[in-house]
């Protein structure tokens, strides 16, 4: 059986791959940030996890808005980076999972989870930026990755409550693969913020720092808020952390938080990470 050696939720603001792409891991504006993400770097690279599993949301890159998913997994043999607009990145291809893939896609399915399967899929910043906030830039990424869609942009986006439900759901299908792989899930987007709108600019630091110290040891309040509530606290672009709790779900009930990280604001945006192992 796969084994799940923990949990991380990461933001993915895209400005974060630019200060990398022009040189500014060190600048004084940036190192702050980056600084906070190397505990748990250390902490992967010395777990040495096989695959990563990223639910994350595309942002009208591989999917526009004439077509969203409500959920969508790739099952493809690798996995491009998009060029956003501002030039190719100097980041390789990721590496796909397919066996592994079409395992999940078999269990989601069983279990009433019914994922678009996309045997061919180009990958924006929300996988791009936590594949380098965990793993650097190597010149070949140390793990395979599964991408797990959410659509988080055009509502009616899911519930929370079936995020959690899903990341329930991919612990079984991790356990009940039959390779001995090591799987780091990872939850992205966030934290607070809204990029459109009367409320463009707006950003939640309390609730952000509460959101980071809770999620591991107290996720039942962000079980049971509405998408509505979502968005009114953490912002309509806020509202991707209902991906997190795909990753949590996939946790045991008891978590330590092995580390933690809140920066704000980057970009228009609260940002930072949790890193979670079963207790
Ligand atoms: C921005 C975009 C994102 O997708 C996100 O999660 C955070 C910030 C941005 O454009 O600033
Ligand atoms: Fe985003």
Redesign the pocket.
Known sequence: MAKLIGGLGT?????IAAALDKGLRHSDEWKPFFDGYVPAQEWVAAQKPDIAVVIFND?GNAFFLDRVPTLALGVADSYAPIDEGWGPRAVPDFVGAADFAWHLADQMVERHFDPLICRELDVD??LQVPMELVFGRPEVWPVKVVPILVNTIQYPIPTPQRMWDLGRTLRHAIESWPGDERVLVMGT??LS?Q?QGARAGYINPDEDRRWIADIGPAPQRYRDMSREDYVEVFGS?GA?LIMWLVMRGCMDEKVNTLHRHYFAPA???GAGMVLLENA
Request: proline content about 6%.
């Open positions: 933001s993915h603001v895209p400005s942002h910043h929300g987007g966030g913020h990029l672009e991707e970009s228009m945006t």
